[in-house]
């Protein structure tokens, strides 16, 4: 997919997921919001991935360690075709597959995440036995900025360049907020980039909501052989929304009828836009 | 003669053997490839071991992205660390996500005697016992190790084994039977009462089965190697048959194979019980067989405890 239409295809998928959000009163806004342009890119522009066929052995992998911003996964595997699109209408219902974290009954997860922290050993797993193998496909994991406190990230994070697993994308969400406020005020984070590239990381740092440079880096990677890749996407919790943008509130605010009408008319304003971005090209 | 070879170098010698044609088994260490025995794995199939370092979180994690891609991981790591400071890894990576690892806690128990309760592996029956789906066992001896490995690498699915440290007296004559997981091995039988063990208590079962023997007392002893799935046939039977049940474990008197077996009797057939383990303490530092002592885990005190729970 053309980046235009990438970017159209992300605001879309906001627009999917507040809907979603709002039918089941319950759900993560801010954070689902914040990584809508990071998952468009990959599910849309850069994974192999066969909808038809999940289980697909030359598939890349993508782990969702940051479980809970499930909602903008759950809509674009929906979108995908991995289930009946309808099927989003169950999100976080008694009963469903959709359920408030990524399950691996549904066609698309590989692994069920959750727990802060796990995604990223998981993911070295994974690489490792692509590269013991000889498989040439690539693992990317997402996560949190705030799930940066969780020891076992580090772990995971000394083992990736250890094994020279160029093969493994990991990216954070670097949105800047969690639930009790702002990650420096939390748990002071910085310097990450520094952090990483001292743990052995060839550290790449974009504009997380740019589509340009989320397609740009990840076709990219590995841009240096035997390191893994770290892509800092710096993203605005709440992107896309106005009054949802860089508001703590909302990691997992629902919004009311109002809200949600003034937030798909911005979206679709968007998407407007981007429609007469792409005829004008 | 005194068996001199420890059960986690018969895990290796075995996985060495069956390595060669299946090149998904693959064993990982944290930094504990000499203390797992596994050493010769990795000389032998480099391309087939992980090393991890000291980093139980992360080995479970990538022994579920290894278990993912339809490799085979066998995680050999002290079992105090193993089963409890990557216990969340365990529930999510392994149980949750359904992932084929087997997770083996090495120089567990007291084993690690006298580096204290750090060290100590007590309470692992109980956390991983309480898993969903997960398999949780001790072999009670070298000819048992051998075809729980066989049988785990053919199993689907995670489990937890337990071993200790130092060689134990053998149990078996030799490793002429079926290993089945979830299927307890009746080694003696008896009508007065039943000893149930599993792991290095099977041999201080058989041991208090000779003593009572001596004393007029016919016992059953059987060796539940599988805490869970629990043999609850075996169970019922034994509570049926016998009328009297003790359960004999180096683990915390707390969530082990005693409440394992509780559970089964007090819902199906409610016999007296007695509990012998680890009481409700951190337990002293000493050599395996001191520690045993202490706590009454010996032939003479199983005795004493059958003839009081006999009224004899």
Partial sequence: METTALKAKAAQIRMDLLKMIHGAKTGHTGGSLSNTDILTALYYRVMKIDPANPKWDGRDRFIASKGHSVESLWCILGDLGFFPKEELKTFSQFGTRLIGHPNNKVPGIEMNTGALGHGLAIGVGMALAAKRDGRDYRVFCLMGDGEQAEGSVWEAAMAGPHYKLDNLVAIIDRNRLQISGSTEEVMGLEPLEEKWAAFGWHVVSIDGNDMEQLVRTFEAAPSIPGKPTLVMANTVKGKGVSFAENVAHWHHHVPNEEQLALALAELSAAIESYEQEGLVR | ?312
Wanted: charged share 20%.
């Fill in chain 2, 1 to 312: 003669m005194a068996n001199t070879i420890p059960n986690r170098q018969v895990i290796c010698d075995t996985l060495l053997e069956l390595a060669k044609e299946d090149r998904d088994i693959m064993v990982l260490a944290s930094d504990s490839r000499g203390s797992a025995a596994m050493a010769p794995f990795a000389k032998a199939y480099p391309e087939q071991f992980v090393e991890v370092g000291i980093a139980e979180q992360n080995i479970v994690g990538i022994s579920a992205g290894l278990a993912h891609s339809g490799k085979k991981p066998f995680v050999t790591s002290p079992a105090c660390f193993l089963s409890m400071r990557s216990i969340e890894q365990i529930k999510v990576d392994v149980a949750y996500s359904a992932t084929n690892v087997k997770l083996v806690g090495i120089s567990g128990g007291v084993s690690y005697g006298a580096l204290g309760m750090s060290h100590h592996s007590v309470q692992d029956l109980a956390v991983s016992r309480a898993i969903p789906g997960l398999a949780v066992i001790l072999p009670a001896d070298r000819h048992e190790t051998k075809r729980m490995t066989e049988a785990l690498v053919k199993h689907e699915g995670g489990a937890y084994i337990r071993i200790g440290r130092n060689p134990v007296e053998d149990v078996y004559e030799n490793d002429d039977y079926e290993f089945v997981i979830g299927k307890a091995v009746t080694l003696r039988e008896g009508g007065d009462l039943t000893i149930i063990a599993a792991g290095e208590t099977v041999r201080v079962a058989l041991d208090a089965h000779d003593a009572l023997k001596e004393a007029g007392v016919s016992c059953r002893v059987i060796n539940m190697h599988t805490i869970k799935p629990l043999d609850e046939e075996a169970v019922i039977r034994a509570a049926a048959e016998t009328g009297h049940i003790i359960t004999v474990e180096e683990h915390s008197i707390h969530g082990g194979l005693g409440a394992a077996v509780a559970e089964v009797v007090v819902q199906h057939k409610p016999v007296p019980m007695r509990i012998l383990g680890i009481p409700d303490e951190p337990a002293i530092a000493g050599k395996s067989a001191e520690v045993f002592d202490h706590y009454g885990i010996s032939a003479g005190n199983i005795k004493k405890i059958a003839l009081d729970l006999l009224g004899r």
